[in-house]
T-cell receptor, first 112, second 115 residues
């Protein structure tokens, strides 16, 4: 069966510090991968998606970037965090042949 | 206007009640529909998905899609305290090799089932 991992689970970072969140998927090959942000009491905002290694598409201009160094690894980064980057970050995957997305446990980021 | 509208609640019901959760949408191109359940401080969990109009049943859960009215529903029978969570609807207009699975989410309805 497929499993998706995210770490860290929680993170408190000062404004201006760098960020690296990692997501890995097990049990499947060549998945589509997604990064979302969920603000408190709000829906999911798609940040980035990737249909293959090195193929990253950005949905909204922002202070964040994403990379996919390996088939089942997706990384969300920032060089300098802003207060507005606080939120719940979710990684998801879908197979190449289906629409359903499956989410990881999330990383709760607080920028102070 | 948002493409997907979902009443945020909160919705509070007694244990054993039938719960109805709803979403409306404006994009007539949406043809794939999903429901996710999200417990507090956890990632969303896929509950049900359907690619057609009509009803789809899975245990205590029934997903209903009315494309003519652009309206989808999730019914929970014999609700339990463990059903207390936020329920998100999601939908998609297309699926492509270069775009992956593009889902548009509602903002979620917070449900509490009281014992």
């Amino acid at each position: 069966s497929q499993t998706i991992h995210q770490w860290p689970a929680t993170l408190v970072q000062p404004v201006g510090s760098p960020l690296s969140l990692e997501c890995t998927v097990e049990g499947t090959s060549n998945p589509n991968l997604y990064w979302y942000r969920q603000a408190a009491g709000r829906g999911l905002q798609l940040l980035f998606y990737s249909v293959g290694i090195g193929q990253i598409s950005s949905e909204v201009p922002q202070n964040l970037s994403a990379s996919r160094p390996q088939d089942r690894q997706f990384i969300l980064s920032s060089k300098k965090l802003l207060l507005s980057d606080s939120g719940f970050y979710l990684c998801a995957w879908s197979s190449q042949a289906a629409l359903e997305q499956y989410f990881g446990p999330g990383t709760r980021l607080t920028v102070t | 206007q948002k493409e997907v509208e979902q009443d945020p609640g909160p919705l509070s019901v007694p244990e054993g009640a039938i719960v109805s959760l709803n979403c409306t949408y404006s994009n007539s191109a949406f043809q794939y529909f999903m429901w996710y359940r999200q417990y507090s401080r956890k990632g969303p969990e896929l509950l049900m998905y359907t690619y057609s109009s009509g009803n789809k049943e899975d245990g205590r859960f029934t997903a209903q899609v009315d494309k003519s009215s652009k309206y989808i529903s999730l019914f929970i029978r014999d609700s339990q305290p463990s059903d207390s969570a936020t329920y998100l609807c999601a939908m998609s207009a297309f699926f492509g090799e270069t775009s992956g699975s593009r889902l548009t989410f509602g903002e979620g309805t917070q449900l509490t089932v009281n014992p």
